[in-house]
């Protein structure tokens, strides 16, 4: 890889298969991002990992795939694939299935909040907690991060609405980017 802040090449840890299953510190350290992170051995800048990247979880069948070449899932049936565009969206889809929720279910639910606060943002998923479980969704505003929660039952509505329309879960199947701009072609505007 080369440095962005010096200009020299060189070696870039190979992240192309993180198995969970084989090292299962890297769970942790796929969600705090710092697997991500390689020092440039010239100037000791903080580089981040070039794609492709790929998340396999055995154990829960999920595989998260960020690249742009093309791939398939073929072969992974029984498997939840994701293709995503960024290590965020990586780290956000690893921590969405790590809290057991769906992700399919969780875009609508972002979506449909999105709607109610009347603003064009990009929700994310930071974390699920609390007695009754509720979402922190965060998204950017005026250069500071805002942090929105909203209760379980919203999730649990989104979870309704996917079960009683199965073109939403047929269209989830194999490697998909499932995101908010999925999500709206399924809603009528």
């Given at each position: 890889m080369i440095c962005p802040k010096c200009g020299r090449e060189f070696a870039a840890p190979d992240l192309?298969?993180?198995?969970?299953?084989?090292?299962?510190?890297?769970?942790e350290r796929v969600k705090d991002g710092s697997v991500?992170?390689?020092?440039?051995?010239?100037?000791?800048?903080?580089?981040?990992?070039p794609e492709p990247i790929?998340?396999?979880d055995p154990e829960h069948k999920l595989l998260i795939a960020y690249t742009t070449a093309g791939l398939s899932s073929e072969g992974l049936e029984g498997y939840t694939c994701r293709l995503v565009s960024s290590v965020g969206e990586l780290i956000e889809k690893v921590k969405v299935f790590d809290a057991g929720l769906d992700d399919v279910a969780l875009e609508l639910?972002?979506?449909?909040?999105?709607?109610?606060?009347k603003k064009n943002v990009s929700l994310k998923f930071l974390k699920m907690d609390g007695a009754?479980?509720?979402?922190t969704l965060t998204y950017p505003e005026?250069?500071?991060?805002?942090?929105?929660?909203?209760?379980?039952?919203?999730?649990?509505?989104?979870?309704?609405i996917v079960s009683r329309n199965p073109v939403?879960?047929?269209?989830?199947?194999?490697?998909?980017?499932?995101?908010?701009?999925?999500?709206?072609?399924f809603i009528a505007g």
């Amino acid at each position: 890889m080369i440095c962005p802040k010096c200009g020299r090449e060189f070696a870039a840890p190979d992240l192309r298969s993180l198995n969970v299953a084989a090292d299962p510190s890297l769970r942790e350290r796929v969600k705090d991002g710092s697997v991500f992170v390689c020092k440039c051995p010239v100037c000791g800048a903080d580089c981040l990992a070039p794609e492709p990247i790929l998340y396999h979880d055995p154990e829960h069948k999920l595989l998260i795939a960020y690249t742009t070449a093309g791939l398939s899932s073929e072969g992974l049936e029984g498997y939840t694939c994701r293709l995503v565009s960024s290590v965020g969206e990586l780290i956000e889809k690893v921590k969405v299935f790590d809290a057991g929720l769906d992700d399919v279910a969780l875009e609508l639910c972002k979506f449909v909040t999105s709607q109610e606060l009347k603003k064009n943002v990009s929700l994310k998923f930071l974390k699920m907690d609390g007695a009754d479980g509720e979402i922190t969704l965060t998204y950017p505003e005026n250069g500071q991060m805002q942090m929105l929660e909203i209760g379980h039952n919203v999730y649990t509505d989104c979870v309704g609405i996917v079960s009683r329309n199965p073109v939403l879960r047929q269209s989830a199947q194999g490697l998909v980017r499932i995101d908010q701009a999925w999500v709206s072609q399924f809603i009528a505007g």
